[in-house]
T-cell receptor
Framework: GQNIDQPTEMTATEGAIVQINCTYQ??????LFWYQQHAGEAPTFLSY??LDGLEEKGRFSSFLSRSKGYSYLLLKELQMKDSASYLC??????????WGAGTKLIIKP | GAVVSQHPSWVICKSGTSVKIECRSL??????MFWYRQFPKQSLMLMAT?????????EQGVEKDKFLINHASLTLSTLTVTSAHPEDSSFYIC????????????FGPGTRLTVT
């Protein structure tokens, strides 16, 4: 079956770095997405990886290893506004997104 | 660019009534629209996928006669919750993708439905 695993909740300190891991199993693979979702709001797109390696975009970076079925989202210089849920989603061979349950990130001062 | 709107942003209705939620792509043509439901502290659950001018494809367990989806144009899709029950209370989110960017979904702001 198809499955996405990511931690339920993580806590980090303002100004620090946090890495949110995601493992996936899908029927075929057409890329890995990360979305940010604040409480009561819709998800917003953060990143898309389809090739192995690290993609850096400002304070956020995303890594993919296709052979390991593994991705992570790295957030640097954490700010209080980064407190949100981070959703990992893998696109299968039918171009359908398989969603993880999300990781709630709590930032403490 | 790539803005998706939803209307209404929240709605309260009585059991047994029907509610229509609109999803519009404002600055691009959405060849495919997706409807999701999200219960508190849970991830997105895909309900159905619709392509313009075609019947929607519903996910397993989603009643197509209860959740009516119409994708009449390249900029508008509607979800009608018929004979609503309190257990239908949820956050409904639509997303859209264009032919030129099939890999990326642009999400609407969501509609919070409360059925009393």
């Amino acid at each position: 079956g198809q499955n996405i695993d990511q931690p339920t909740e993580m806590t980090a300190t303002e100004g620090a770095i946090v890495q949110i891991n995601c493992t996936y199993q899908t029927s075929g693979f057409n890329g890995l997405f990360w979305y940010q979702q604040h409480a009561g709001e819709a998800p917003t797109f953060l990143s898309y990886n389809v090739l192995d390696g690290l993609e850096e975009k400002g304070r956020f970076s995303s890594f993919l290893s296709r052979s390991k079925g593994y991705s992570y989202l790295l957030l640097k210089e954490l700010q209080m506004k980064d407190s949100a849920s981070y959703l990992c989603a893998a696109m299968d061979s039918n171009y359908q997104l398989i969603w993880g349950a999300g990781t709630k990130l709590i930032i403490k001062p | 660019g790539a803005v998706v709107s939803q209307h209404p942003s929240w709605v309260i209705c009585k059991s047994g009534t029907s509610v229509k939620i609109e999803c519009r792509s404002l600055d691009f043509q959405a060849t495919t629209m997706f409807w999701y439901r999200q219960f508190p502290k849970q991830s997105l659950m895909l309900m159905a996928t619709s392509n313009e001018g075609s019947k929607a494809t519903y996910e397993q367990g989603v009643e197509k006669d209860k959740f009516l989806i119409n994708h009449a144009s390249l900029t508008l899709s509607t979800l009608t919750v018929t004979s609503a029950h309190p257990e239908d209370s949820s956050f409904y989110i639509c997303s859209a993708s264009s032919e030129g960017s099939a890999y990326e979904q642009y999400f609407g702001p969501g509609t919070r439905l409360t059925v009393t």
